[in-house]
Protein backbone atom coordinates (compact mmCIF):
# COMPACT_ATOMS: atom_id res chain seq x y z
CA UNK A 1 0.00 0.00 0.00
CA UNK A 2 2.70 2.55 0.94
CA UNK A 3 4.51 1.65 -2.39
CA UNK A 4 1.27 2.08 -4.31
CA UNK A 5 1.04 5.85 -2.66
CA UNK A 6 4.60 6.65 -3.81
CA UNK A 7 4.19 5.46 -6.71
CA UNK A 8 1.13 7.10 -7.60
CA UNK A 9 2.62 10.18 -6.21
CA UNK A 10 5.68 10.14 -8.67
CA UNK A 11 3.52 9.14 -11.95
CA UNK A 12 0.97 11.75 -10.44
CA UNK A 13 -2.78 11.89 -9.77
CA UNK A 14 -5.74 13.86 -10.17
CA UNK A 15 -8.49 13.98 -7.59
CA UNK A 16 -11.47 14.46 -9.49
CA UNK A 17 -15.18 15.40 -8.76
CA UNK A 18 -18.25 13.99 -11.22
CA UNK A 19 -21.47 15.25 -11.20
CA UNK A 20 -24.16 13.24 -12.87
CA UNK A 21 -27.08 10.82 -12.18
CA UNK A 22 -25.37 7.33 -13.72
CA UNK A 23 -22.72 7.09 -11.12
CA UNK A 24 -22.54 3.23 -10.27
CA UNK A 25 -22.21 3.01 -14.08
CA UNK A 26 -19.35 5.40 -14.89
CA UNK A 27 -17.68 3.46 -11.49
CA UNK A 28 -18.70 -0.22 -13.81
CA UNK A 29 -17.30 0.96 -16.87
CA UNK A 30 -14.41 2.36 -15.68
CA UNK A 31 -13.44 -0.79 -14.00
CA UNK A 32 -14.63 -3.12 -17.03
CA UNK A 33 -11.95 -0.74 -18.68
CA UNK A 34 -9.46 -1.42 -16.26
CA UNK A 35 -8.95 1.83 -15.13
CA UNK A 36 -7.78 2.00 -11.46
CA UNK A 37 -9.69 4.45 -9.58
CA UNK A 38 -9.15 5.14 -5.69
CA UNK A 39 -10.71 6.78 -2.73
CA UNK A 40 -14.18 6.88 -4.10
CA UNK A 41 -15.93 8.90 -1.63
CA UNK A 42 -20.21 10.07 -2.47
CA UNK A 43 -21.19 13.21 -1.42
CA UNK A 44 -24.76 15.00 -1.33
CA UNK A 45 -26.38 12.40 -4.02
CA UNK A 46 -24.84 13.19 -6.84
CA UNK A 47 -21.56 14.30 -6.35
CA UNK A 48 -18.85 11.74 -6.36
CA UNK A 49 -15.04 12.24 -5.60
CA UNK A 50 -12.64 9.67 -6.65
CA UNK A 51 -8.38 9.67 -7.34
CA UNK A 52 -6.87 8.39 -11.20
CA UNK A 53 -3.62 8.74 -12.46
CA UNK A 54 -2.92 11.77 -15.25
CA UNK A 55 -2.34 8.59 -17.90
CA UNK A 56 -5.89 7.55 -17.88
CA UNK A 57 -7.66 10.82 -17.13
CA UNK A 58 -8.65 11.09 -21.02
CA UNK A 59 -10.32 7.55 -20.85
CA UNK A 60 -12.10 8.83 -18.10
CA UNK A 61 -13.34 11.76 -19.55
CA UNK A 62 -14.64 9.67 -22.40
CA UNK A 63 -16.22 7.88 -20.32
CA UNK A 64 -18.12 11.03 -18.07
CA UNK A 65 -19.01 11.81 -21.56
CA UNK A 66 -20.73 8.41 -22.41
CA UNK A 67 -22.60 8.44 -18.81
CA UNK A 68 -23.47 12.49 -19.21
CA UNK A 69 -21.09 13.32 -15.90
CA UNK A 70 -19.63 16.00 -15.58
CA UNK A 71 -16.10 16.80 -14.52
CA UNK A 72 -13.99 18.81 -12.53
CA UNK A 73 -10.58 18.88 -11.41
CA UNK A 74 -10.42 19.08 -7.84
CA UNK A 75 -6.65 18.72 -6.87
CA UNK A 76 -3.20 18.07 -8.87
CA UNK A 77 -1.02 16.28 -6.85
CA UNK A 78 2.38 14.55 -7.66
CA UNK A 79 5.56 15.43 -8.93
CA UNK A 80 5.24 15.82 -12.64
CA UNK A 81 2.88 18.84 -11.51
CA UNK A 82 5.72 19.97 -8.97
CA UNK A 83 8.19 19.80 -12.21
CA UNK A 84 6.09 21.89 -14.19
CA UNK A 85 5.67 24.59 -11.51
CA UNK A 86 9.30 24.88 -11.17
CA UNK A 87 9.58 24.69 -14.95
CA UNK A 88 9.64 28.87 -15.07
CA UNK A 89 12.66 29.05 -12.01
CA UNK A 90 15.69 27.97 -14.42
CA UNK A 91 18.14 29.80 -12.34
CA UNK A 92 17.85 27.63 -9.39
CA UNK A 93 17.26 24.49 -11.36
CA UNK A 94 20.82 25.13 -12.94
CA UNK A 95 22.16 25.84 -9.52
CA UNK A 96 20.88 22.77 -7.84
CA UNK A 97 22.35 20.79 -10.57
CA UNK A 98 25.59 22.85 -10.02
CA UNK A 99 25.79 22.19 -6.50
CA UNK A 100 24.92 17.93 -6.77
CA UNK A 101 27.56 18.13 -9.43
CA UNK A 102 30.13 19.52 -7.39
CA UNK A 103 29.67 17.31 -4.48
CA UNK A 104 29.88 14.73 -7.21
CA UNK A 105 33.24 15.78 -8.88
CA UNK A 106 34.71 16.93 -5.36
CA UNK A 107 34.39 12.98 -4.07
CA UNK A 108 36.91 11.41 -6.59
CA UNK A 109 39.32 13.47 -5.07
CA UNK A 110 41.52 13.09 -2.07
CA UNK A 111 40.81 16.01 0.36
CA UNK A 112 42.74 14.18 3.96
CA UNK A 113 45.46 12.07 4.84
CA UNK A 114 45.13 10.61 7.39
CA UNK A 115 48.61 9.06 9.06
CA UNK A 116 48.11 6.62 11.75
CA UNK A 117 51.02 5.21 13.48
CA UNK A 118 50.64 2.06 15.70
CA UNK A 119 51.74 2.84 19.46
CA UNK A 120 51.98 6.57 18.54
CA UNK A 121 55.40 6.38 17.69
CA UNK A 122 56.57 8.91 15.52
CA UNK A 123 57.65 8.83 12.22
CA UNK A 124 59.71 11.49 10.73
CA UNK A 125 59.01 12.87 7.29
CA UNK A 126 57.01 9.90 6.52
CA UNK A 127 54.35 13.06 4.33
CA UNK A 128 57.03 14.49 2.35
CA UNK A 129 57.68 10.89 1.58
CA UNK A 130 53.92 10.21 0.54
CA UNK A 131 53.84 13.15 -1.78
CA UNK A 132 56.63 12.44 -3.38
CA UNK A 133 55.37 8.79 -3.51
CA UNK A 134 52.07 10.21 -5.19
CA UNK A 135 49.71 10.74 -2.39
CA UNK A 136 48.76 13.65 -2.54
CA UNK A 137 45.85 16.27 -0.71
CA UNK A 138 43.90 16.73 -4.26
CA UNK A 139 44.76 13.95 -5.65
CA UNK A 140 41.82 12.16 -8.46
CA UNK A 141 41.37 9.22 -6.42
CA UNK A 142 41.88 6.66 -9.22
CA UNK A 143 45.03 8.12 -10.42
CA UNK A 144 46.37 6.84 -6.65
CA UNK A 145 48.05 4.01 -7.60
CA UNK A 146 48.24 1.87 -3.51
CA UNK A 147 50.33 -0.85 -4.27
CA UNK A 148 53.05 0.98 -6.80
CA UNK A 149 52.90 3.87 -3.60
CA UNK A 150 53.45 1.21 -0.87
CA UNK A 151 56.44 -0.43 -3.14
CA UNK A 152 58.46 2.94 -3.31
CA UNK A 153 58.48 4.03 -0.43
CA UNK A 154 58.94 0.74 1.54
CA UNK A 155 61.80 0.69 -1.03
CA UNK A 156 62.43 4.32 0.48
CA UNK A 157 62.68 3.71 3.96
CA UNK A 158 63.89 0.84 6.61
CA UNK A 159 62.07 2.01 9.65
CA UNK A 160 58.99 0.54 8.35
CA UNK A 161 57.77 -2.41 9.29
CA UNK A 162 54.25 -2.12 7.16
CA UNK A 163 52.37 0.26 5.41
CA UNK A 164 48.98 0.18 4.48
CA UNK A 165 46.88 2.76 2.32
CA UNK A 166 43.25 2.56 2.32
CA UNK A 167 41.15 4.92 0.57
CA UNK A 168 37.28 5.88 2.26
CA UNK A 169 35.60 8.26 0.99
CA UNK A 170 37.83 11.20 0.49
CA UNK A 171 39.90 9.90 3.30
CA UNK A 172 43.63 8.06 3.03
CA UNK A 173 44.07 6.83 5.44
CA UNK A 174 47.73 5.77 6.06
CA UNK A 175 48.56 3.06 8.66
CA UNK A 176 51.94 2.47 9.65
CA UNK A 177 53.69 -0.03 11.65
CA UNK A 178 57.52 1.12 12.85
CA UNK A 179 59.99 -1.30 13.23
CA UNK A 180 62.48 -1.79 15.58
CA UNK A 181 66.09 -1.13 14.08
CA UNK A 182 67.68 -4.66 14.09
CA UNK A 183 71.88 -5.30 14.87
CA UNK A 184 73.32 -6.83 11.69
CA UNK A 185 72.72 -10.29 12.02
CA UNK A 186 76.59 -11.95 11.14
CA UNK A 187 76.05 -15.56 10.08
CA UNK A 188 77.31 -18.28 12.19
CA UNK A 189 79.54 -19.52 9.63
CA UNK A 190 81.03 -16.19 9.36
CA UNK A 191 84.44 -15.29 11.20
CA UNK A 192 83.56 -12.07 13.73
CA UNK A 193 84.73 -10.69 16.91
CA UNK A 194 83.27 -8.98 19.31
CA UNK A 195 83.86 -5.52 20.18
CA UNK A 196 82.37 -3.34 23.52
CA UNK A 197 79.83 -0.60 22.67
CA UNK A 198 79.96 1.01 25.95
CA UNK A 199 82.61 2.41 28.23
CA UNK A 200 83.18 0.61 31.39
CA UNK A 201 85.41 -1.85 33.83
CA UNK A 202 85.25 -5.42 32.84
CA UNK A 203 83.79 -7.28 35.26
CA UNK A 204 83.18 -11.04 34.10
CA UNK A 205 84.42 -12.82 30.60
CA UNK A 206 83.73 -15.83 29.49
CA UNK A 207 84.62 -16.64 26.24
CA UNK A 208 83.34 -20.10 24.79
CA UNK A 209 84.94 -19.26 21.09
CA UNK A 210 87.62 -17.12 20.42
CA UNK A 211 90.23 -16.04 22.70
CA UNK A 212 89.69 -12.99 25.23
CA UNK A 213 91.36 -10.23 24.78
CA UNK A 214 90.47 -8.42 27.73
CA UNK A 215 90.80 -8.97 31.60
CA UNK A 216 88.88 -8.57 34.62
CA UNK A 217 89.28 -5.77 35.90
CA UNK A 218 90.43 -3.47 32.80
CA UNK A 219 89.12 -0.53 31.37
CA UNK A 220 87.88 -0.27 28.09
CA UNK A 221 86.52 2.05 25.78
CA UNK A 222 84.01 2.37 23.37
CA UNK A 223 85.23 0.10 20.13
CA UNK A 224 87.71 -1.96 21.93
CA UNK A 225 87.97 -5.60 20.95
CA UNK A 226 86.84 -8.13 23.81
CA UNK A 227 86.96 -11.38 22.43
CA UNK A 228 88.96 -11.54 19.37
CA UNK A 229 87.63 -14.15 16.29
CA UNK A 230 90.68 -16.54 16.10
CA UNK A 231 92.04 -19.15 18.33
CA UNK A 232 95.96 -20.08 18.21
CA UNK A 233 96.97 -23.33 18.76
CA UNK A 234 100.48 -24.68 19.13
CA UNK A 235 100.21 -27.05 16.10
CA UNK A 236 96.98 -25.69 13.94
CA UNK A 237 98.60 -22.13 13.96
CA UNK A 238 96.14 -19.39 14.03
CA UNK A 239 92.51 -20.12 12.61
CA UNK A 240 89.48 -18.22 12.65
CA UNK A 241 85.94 -18.36 14.43
CA UNK A 242 82.74 -16.95 14.76
CA UNK A 243 83.53 -15.50 18.56
CA UNK A 244 80.73 -16.21 21.07
CA UNK A 245 80.79 -14.95 24.41
CA UNK A 246 79.41 -12.87 27.57
CA UNK A 247 81.12 -10.38 28.99
CA UNK A 248 80.14 -8.46 32.39
CA UNK A 249 80.96 -5.07 32.76
CA UNK A 250 80.64 -1.88 34.99
CA UNK A 251 78.92 0.94 33.16
CA UNK A 252 78.98 4.84 34.04
CA UNK A 253 76.00 6.82 33.41
CA UNK A 254 76.42 10.55 34.56
CA UNK A 255 74.46 13.70 33.97
CA UNK A 256 75.06 16.78 34.69
CA UNK A 257 72.80 19.97 35.53
CA UNK A 258 73.24 23.67 36.24
CA UNK A 259 70.22 24.77 38.67
CA UNK A 260 70.43 28.58 39.07
CA UNK A 261 69.03 30.18 42.17
CA UNK A 262 67.01 32.38 40.48
CA UNK A 263 65.04 31.13 37.68
CA UNK A 264 61.76 32.78 35.87
CA UNK A 265 59.28 30.41 35.08
CA UNK A 266 55.90 31.24 33.13
CA UNK A 267 52.85 30.40 34.55
CA UNK A 268 49.39 30.56 33.30
CA UNK A 269 47.21 33.24 35.22
CA UNK A 270 43.78 31.66 33.47
CA UNK A 271 42.82 33.92 30.96
CA UNK A 272 42.21 32.64 27.67
CA UNK A 273 41.13 34.62 24.33
CA UNK A 274 39.62 32.40 21.68
CA UNK A 275 40.44 33.54 17.79
CA UNK A 276 38.29 31.68 14.79
CA UNK A 277 39.70 31.67 10.75
CA UNK A 278 38.72 29.02 7.98
CA UNK A 279 41.88 27.61 5.76
CA UNK A 280 40.88 26.47 2.13
CA UNK A 281 43.57 24.03 1.19
CA UNK A 282 46.12 26.53 1.81
CA UNK A 283 45.14 29.76 1.84
CA UNK A 284 44.21 31.55 5.69
CA UNK A 285 41.08 33.46 6.37
CA UNK A 286 41.41 35.56 9.58
CA UNK A 287 38.06 36.27 11.75
CA UNK A 288 40.20 38.72 13.76
CA UNK A 289 41.99 41.79 12.99
CA UNK A 290 43.63 43.13 16.44
CA UNK A 291 46.87 41.12 17.77
CA UNK A 292 46.53 39.34 20.96
CA UNK A 293 45.99 41.33 24.26
CA UNK A 294 48.51 39.63 26.11
CA UNK A 295 51.84 40.64 26.19
CA UNK A 296 53.03 37.31 27.02
CA UNK A 297 50.87 34.05 25.92
CA UNK A 298 51.05 30.67 24.66
CA UNK A 299 48.86 30.08 21.63
CA UNK A 300 47.35 26.28 21.21
CA UNK A 301 45.98 25.66 17.29
CA UNK A 302 43.18 23.31 16.73
CA UNK A 303 42.08 22.57 13.40
CA UNK A 304 38.33 20.85 12.26
CA UNK A 305 37.98 19.63 8.70
CA UNK A 306 35.00 20.21 7.37
CA UNK A 307 33.24 16.57 6.45
CA UNK A 308 29.98 16.02 5.07
CA UNK A 309 28.50 12.59 6.50
CA UNK A 310 31.15 10.51 7.45
CA UNK A 311 34.23 10.34 5.57
CA UNK A 312 33.50 13.03 3.04
CA UNK A 313 35.76 15.29 3.36
CA UNK A 314 35.62 18.55 2.07
CA UNK A 315 39.44 20.93 1.82
CA UNK A 316 38.07 23.24 4.12
CA UNK A 317 38.86 23.37 7.66
CA UNK A 318 37.88 25.63 10.76
CA UNK A 319 40.98 27.12 12.60
CA UNK A 320 40.72 27.80 16.49
CA UNK A 321 43.42 29.55 18.02
CA UNK A 322 43.83 29.65 21.78
CA UNK A 323 45.88 32.45 23.15
CA UNK A 324 46.80 31.53 27.04
CA UNK A 325 48.33 34.24 29.05
CA UNK A 326 51.42 33.67 30.64
CA UNK A 327 52.60 35.40 33.52
CA UNK A 328 56.66 35.56 34.54
CA UNK A 329 57.26 34.38 38.04
CA UNK A 330 60.60 34.67 39.30
CA UNK A 331 61.46 31.71 42.06
CA UNK A 332 64.31 31.74 44.18
CA UNK A 333 65.98 28.27 45.80
CA UNK A 334 67.88 28.01 48.76
CA UNK A 335 71.32 26.03 48.25
CA UNK A 336 69.60 22.93 49.61
CA UNK A 337 66.26 23.01 47.31
CA UNK A 338 68.56 23.30 44.26
CA UNK A 339 70.39 20.53 45.60
CA UNK A 340 67.60 18.37 46.35
CA UNK A 341 65.80 19.23 43.10
CA UNK A 342 69.10 19.01 40.45
CA UNK A 343 68.98 15.43 42.14
CA UNK A 344 65.80 14.37 41.65
CA UNK A 345 65.05 15.34 37.84
CA UNK A 346 68.67 13.74 37.18
CA UNK A 347 67.70 10.79 38.62
CA UNK A 348 64.53 10.52 37.07
CA UNK A 349 66.17 11.09 33.92
CA UNK A 350 68.87 8.31 34.62
CA UNK A 351 66.28 5.67 35.56
CA UNK A 352 64.34 6.39 31.84
CA UNK A 353 67.71 5.23 30.43
CA UNK A 354 68.59 2.71 31.92
CA UNK A 355 66.43 -0.78 31.05
CA UNK A 356 67.30 -3.18 34.47
CA UNK A 357 67.09 -1.32 37.79
CA UNK A 358 68.28 -4.48 39.51
CA UNK A 359 71.57 -4.15 38.30
CA UNK A 360 72.49 -0.71 39.88
CA UNK A 361 75.34 -1.19 42.00
CA UNK A 362 76.04 2.16 43.21
CA UNK A 363 74.80 5.80 43.19
CA UNK A 364 77.23 8.87 43.17
CA UNK A 365 76.14 12.48 43.71
CA UNK A 366 78.79 15.50 43.60
CA UNK A 367 77.69 19.11 43.80
CA UNK A 368 79.94 22.02 43.39
CA UNK A 369 79.04 25.25 44.55
CA UNK A 370 78.82 28.28 42.32
CA UNK A 371 78.34 31.88 42.69
CA UNK A 372 74.81 31.74 40.84
CA UNK A 373 74.05 28.09 40.94
CA UNK A 374 74.80 24.98 41.84
CA UNK A 375 75.91 22.25 39.39
CA UNK A 376 74.53 18.39 40.13
CA UNK A 377 76.38 15.30 38.70
CA UNK A 378 74.87 12.10 39.44
CA UNK A 379 76.21 9.07 38.39
CA UNK A 380 75.12 5.39 38.60
CA UNK A 381 77.11 2.35 38.41
CA UNK A 382 75.25 -0.42 36.04
CA UNK A 383 76.44 -4.24 35.48
CA UNK A 384 75.56 -4.83 31.71
CA UNK A 385 76.35 -7.16 29.31
CA UNK A 386 78.06 -5.89 26.65
CA UNK A 387 79.58 -6.59 23.72
CA UNK A 388 78.01 -6.51 19.67
CA UNK A 389 79.48 -9.17 16.84
CA UNK A 390 81.83 -6.98 14.65
CA UNK A 391 83.08 -8.71 11.33
CA UNK A 392 86.33 -9.57 10.88
CA UNK A 393 87.76 -8.05 7.55
CA UNK A 394 90.72 -9.61 6.02
CA UNK B 1 -21.63 -31.23 -15.73
CA UNK B 2 -18.64 -29.34 -16.61
CA UNK B 3 -18.66 -27.30 -13.52
CA UNK B 4 -19.00 -29.85 -10.97
CA UNK B 5 -15.75 -31.52 -12.35
CA UNK B 6 -13.43 -28.37 -11.98
CA UNK B 7 -15.22 -28.08 -8.63
CA UNK B 8 -13.98 -31.76 -7.94
CA UNK B 9 -10.55 -31.16 -9.29
CA UNK B 10 -10.05 -28.67 -7.15
CA UNK B 11 -11.35 -30.05 -3.89
CA UNK B 12 -9.16 -32.73 -4.30
CA UNK B 13 -5.98 -30.33 -5.09
CA UNK B 14 -7.25 -27.88 -2.50
CA UNK B 15 -6.84 -25.10 -4.37
CA UNK B 16 -8.31 -22.10 -2.67
CA UNK B 17 -11.46 -21.13 -4.25
CA UNK B 18 -11.16 -17.71 -5.02
CA UNK B 19 -8.58 -18.26 -7.50
CA UNK B 20 -10.27 -20.76 -9.97
CA UNK B 21 -13.48 -19.89 -10.12
CA UNK B 22 -15.49 -17.37 -9.78
CA UNK B 23 -16.56 -17.65 -5.85
CA UNK B 24 -15.78 -14.40 -4.04
CA UNK B 25 -14.01 -13.43 -1.03
CA UNK B 26 -15.17 -11.32 2.04
CA UNK B 27 -12.50 -10.50 4.41
CA UNK B 28 -13.91 -8.05 7.11
CA UNK B 29 -10.93 -6.80 9.50
CA UNK B 30 -12.96 -5.25 12.29
CA UNK B 31 -15.70 -3.61 11.71
CA UNK B 32 -14.77 -0.58 9.44
CA UNK B 33 -12.70 -2.55 6.94
CA UNK B 34 -13.74 -5.09 3.92
CA UNK B 35 -12.35 -6.41 1.31
CA UNK B 36 -14.23 -8.63 -1.61
CA UNK B 37 -12.29 -9.86 -4.43
CA UNK B 38 -13.97 -11.63 -7.66
CA UNK B 39 -16.31 -8.99 -7.63
CA UNK B 40 -18.40 -8.22 -10.73
CA UNK B 41 -19.63 -4.55 -10.89
CA UNK B 42 -21.32 -2.10 -8.32
CA UNK B 43 -25.23 -1.87 -8.33
CA UNK B 44 -25.78 1.04 -6.34
CA UNK B 45 -23.81 3.26 -4.30
CA UNK B 46 -24.38 5.79 -1.67
CA UNK B 47 -22.58 7.10 1.22
CA UNK B 48 -24.82 4.69 3.60
CA UNK B 49 -25.63 1.60 1.24
CA UNK B 50 -23.45 -0.19 -1.26
CA UNK B 51 -24.51 -3.04 -3.42
CA UNK B 52 -21.80 -4.86 -5.00
CA UNK B 53 -22.81 -7.91 -8.10
CA UNK B 54 -21.16 -10.25 -7.57
CA UNK B 55 -21.08 -13.68 -10.07
CA UNK B 56 -22.92 -16.05 -7.52
CA UNK B 57 -24.99 -13.24 -6.24
CA UNK B 58 -25.26 -9.51 -4.55
CA UNK B 59 -23.86 -8.15 -1.33
CA UNK B 60 -25.40 -5.24 0.14
CA UNK B 61 -23.57 -3.30 3.25
CA UNK B 62 -25.15 -1.05 5.11
CA UNK B 63 -23.83 1.83 7.13
CA UNK B 64 -22.44 5.16 7.14
CA UNK B 65 -19.39 7.24 5.64
CA UNK B 66 -18.92 4.39 3.48
CA UNK B 67 -16.43 5.21 0.92
CA UNK B 68 -14.46 3.00 -1.89
CA UNK B 69 -11.20 2.83 -1.49
CA UNK B 70 -8.64 0.88 -4.02
CA UNK B 71 -10.92 -0.05 -6.63
CA UNK B 72 -8.91 -2.29 -9.32
CA UNK B 73 -10.40 -4.85 -12.07
CA UNK B 74 -11.25 -7.66 -9.20
CA UNK B 75 -10.79 -6.38 -5.66
CA UNK B 76 -12.76 -3.63 -4.11
CA UNK B 77 -12.25 -1.86 -0.61
CA UNK B 78 -14.99 -0.22 1.41
CA UNK B 79 -14.23 1.36 4.37
CA UNK B 80 -16.59 3.07 6.99
CA UNK B 81 -18.84 2.28 9.53
CA UNK B 82 -20.08 -0.98 8.67
CA UNK B 83 -23.69 -1.54 10.38
CA UNK B 84 -24.73 -4.42 8.27
CA UNK B 85 -24.33 -7.42 5.61
CA UNK B 86 -26.96 -9.12 3.49
CA UNK B 87 -26.30 -11.79 0.87
CA UNK B 88 -29.00 -12.39 -1.73
CA UNK B 89 -28.68 -15.49 -3.83
CA UNK B 90 -28.90 -15.87 -6.80
CA UNK B 91 -31.71 -18.47 -7.42
CA UNK B 92 -30.33 -20.60 -10.63
CA UNK B 93 -27.11 -21.33 -8.63
CA UNK B 94 -28.26 -24.40 -7.14
Known sequence: MFIKIILSYLLGYLRLSIEGYYIERFINICKNNKIIIWNLKRDKDIHLYLNVRISEFKEICDIAKKTRCKIKIKNKKGIPFLLHKYKKRKIFAVFLILVVCSIGLSSNFVWNVDIREENNQKIENIIQDLESAGLKIGMLKSNINTKEIINKIRFQRNDIAWIGIELKGTNAIVKLVKSDKKPDIIDENEYCSIISDKAGVVTKINAQTGTA????????????????????????????????GEIEAKVWYTK?????YHTTQAKETGNKENKYGIKINNFEINFYKKLSKFKIYDTIETENKFKLFSDFYLPISFIKKMNKELEEVQEDYTLEEAKTIGIEELQEELEKEIENKNNIVNKNINTYEQEDGIDVYVTYEVLENIGTNEKIVF | MKKKNIRKIDEILELPKEVCSNVPKIIITGFDEMIIENFKGILEYEEFFVKINTYIGVINVNGYGLRLENMTDDDIKVKGKIESLEIERMLDED
Open chain 1, 213 to 244: NVKVGDTIKEGDVLINGWMEGKFTGIRYVHAK
Open chain 1, 256 to 260: HKKIS
